[in-house]
């Protein structure tokens, strides 16, 4: 089993849609999550975090933890065809001999389509 | 301004040679990652660092092999290039843990 997982791609959504991007992780003693948006060629960049349970707003976005179920989601409101780009989930290890280490998914590529 | 910066961008070497991919930041930061992306693959942890001659083996470290003797700098070495390790690596630091990671602009190696 991989330690994070991210949903297959590719996801198309029209623009103005909701699109939703989700994450599963092995470890239960992760103890912080991030997405990442990363463009064609580029570098990945930090959208934004969450550390506790529910849900955290910025914006567009909302990122939704579910430490029970070991699950991770971020939802774009509003998307826009500039939103189209592969998101990364990364989980921040805190146990054992994987503390520190910093883990990140397969990714997943969206196309927000006008 | 404070950044992370990889050299080279882009690198084309023969089977067999040793490589060398610096990672040079100046945020001061104590954890640093090397990582490789390969199509499918996401982001996949080669080694990482949380400071001065502390590494780590992250999970696909063989054939690969960094050293920490200062702050700034984790260079990565591929002790002998295979054609497996054709990839975009990509450098990273935070802070500590917890933290955002910064990611440098990526190293293109391809080895023919």
């Known amino acids: 089993q991989k330690e994070v997982e991210q949903n297959s791609g590719p996801l198309s959504v029209p623009e103005g849609a909701i699109a939703s991007l989700n994450c599963t992780y092995s470890d239960r003693g992760s103890q912080s999550f991030f997405w990442y948006r990363q463009y064609s060629g580029k570098s990945p960049e930090l959208i934004m975090f969450?550390?506790?349970?529910g849900d955290k707003e910025d914006g567009r976005f909302t990122a939704q933890l579910n430490k029970a179920s070991q699950y991770v989601s971020l939802l774009i409101r509003d998307s826009q065809p500039s939103d189209s780009a592969t998101y990364l989930c990364?989980?921040?290890?805190?146990?054992?001999?994987?503390?520190?280490?910093?883990?990140f998914g397969q990714g997943t590529i969206l196309t927000v389509h006008p | 301004d404070a950044e992370i910066t990889q050299s080279p961008r882009h690198k084309i070497t023969e089977t067999g040679r040793q490589v060398t991919l610096a990672c040079h930041q100046t945020w001061n930061h104590n954890n640093m990652f090397w990582y490789r992306q390969d199509l499918g693959h996401g982001l996949r942890l080669i080694h990482y660092s949380y400071g001065v001659h502390d590494t780590n083996k992250g999970e696909v470290s063989d054939g690969y092999s960094v050293s920490r003797s200062n702050t700034e700098d984790l260079p990565l070495t591929l002790e002998s290039a295979a054609s497996s390790q054709t990839s975009v690596y990509f450098c990273a630091s935070r802070i500590g843990s917890n933290t955002e990671a910064f990611f440098g602009q990526g190293t293109r190696l391809t080895v023919v």
């Open positions: 990364a989980v921040h290890n805190a146990g054992g001999t994987s503390y520190g280490k910093l883990t």
């Open positions: 969450i550390y506790s349970n």
